[in-house]
């Protein structure tokens, strides 16, 4: 039993944060901390990707539309959670720095084909996760050169705020944030704040940190339009309650 356990903590610890933490009983090691509270968080922000947008696809499923979804943003910010965990799965890092992103990347997927699909391109909604799923296949294979992924991460800068803009400036349009889940956009705003800190710690990676920071600001300007919209569609919902 003590194996087992020495084991299980292993695997969220270094052994040296083991001996510091269980043999020398040293709990307040600086680095070990740092390592353990960015671990913790890795871990914590993977278990919630698990089901951060399923709030948004099922909103999409009770109300049979995407409406208020700009389906280019979706494309961009899917492209942007691919090239992410592609890279980092290439280049090693580890899975509690990236992990997810296999969730969060299907999930974006599911809600793609579903603005497709309520958009009356139902085909097109099924020929797409089949090519999307071919994509990352050859990406994380090893066959894909990692100067290639690279580059993939470094356009994430741009296409995530390109991404985020399109849905920012659709909000403004329409007076309203739509389809939009609150409960997914609030998840992804702290997910995101929370990965800069993992980042710095666990990969060191320049552009991986940049990214998280733009998405950070991108993620943040959109919850900014939730609650500035929030009374908007309220209104909206209580005035078609009213006509009814």
């Known amino acids: 039993m003590g194996d087992f356990l020495k084991g299980l903590l292993l695997s969220v610890l270094s052994e040296k944060c083991y001996y510091e933490y269980f043999e020398k009983f040293n709990f307040l090691d600086v680095p070990c901390l740092?390592?353990?509270l960015s671990?913790?968080?890795?871990?914590?922000?993977?278990?919630?990707?698990?089901?951060?947008?399923?709030?948004?696809?099922?909103k999409i499923l009770n109300s049979k539309s995407g409406e208020g979804i700009n389906v280019y943003g979706v494309y961009l910010e899917l492209f942007a959670i691919t090239a992410?965990?592609?890279?980092?799965?290439?280049m090693g890092f580890p899975f509690s720095a990236w992990g997810e992103g296999t969730f969060l990347a299907i999930q974006t997927a599911i809600i793609a084909a579903l603005v497709l699909h309520y958009g009356g391109a139902t085909a097109t909604a099924a020929l797409f996760l089949a090519s999307y799923v071919?994509?990352?296949?050859?990406?994380?294979?090893?066959?894909?050169p990692t100067d290639v992924l690279w580059t993939m991460q470094a356009v994430n800068?741009?296409?995530?705020?390109?991404?985020k803009s399109i849905q920012v400036i659709t909000n403004y349009k329409n007076g309203s944030t739509g389809q939009l889940s609150a409960i997914t956009l609030l998840l992804l705003f702290g997910g995101s704040v929370a990965r800069i800190f993992t980042s710095l710690v666990e990969t060191g990676d320049f552009i991986i940190i940049v990214t998280y920071c733009v998405s950070t600001v991108a993620n943040g300007a959109i919850v900014c339009q939730l609650f500035w919209y929030w009374n908007v569609d309220n209104t909206k919902n209580k005035n078609k309650k009213k006509k009814k």
């Open 34 to 36: 740092t390592a353990t």
């Open 39 to 58: 671990k913790g968080l890795g871990i914590g922000i993977i278990a919630g990707s698990i089901l951060v947008k399923v709030p948004q696809i099922l």
């Open 84 to 90: 992410n965990f592609a890279y980092s799965y290439v």
């Open 134 to 144: 071919g994509l990352v296949s050859v990406l994380v294979s090893g066959f894909t």
């Open 157 to 163: 800068v741009p296409i995530i705020v390109i991404a």
